[in-house]
């Protein structure tokens, strides 16, 4: 059991360290305010999920549920 749970500590801590960065990465929101000109008409505007920025969004997602859920695991008295 103490290998399992050093296995998952490592792991929880490239989650947050992949998190971190992740969402340094990430643009502020507000870049959004083109929206009031028509700005959301555009092809960025309409593609913004296979851009960058939503490959980061959607990663941000992911890595943000698998800490919660493995802080969880961690905070189990299985490995006391």
Known sequence: MEILKMVLMILFAID????????????????????????????WGQNKGRSMEGTLVKSTKFLAILFVVLAAVLNLNVFA
């Open 16 to 43: 947050c360290i992949a998190l971190t960065v992740i969402v340094l990465l990430q643009e502020g929101k507000s870049a959004g305010l083109g929206t009031i000109g028509g700005m959301a008409d555009t092809y």
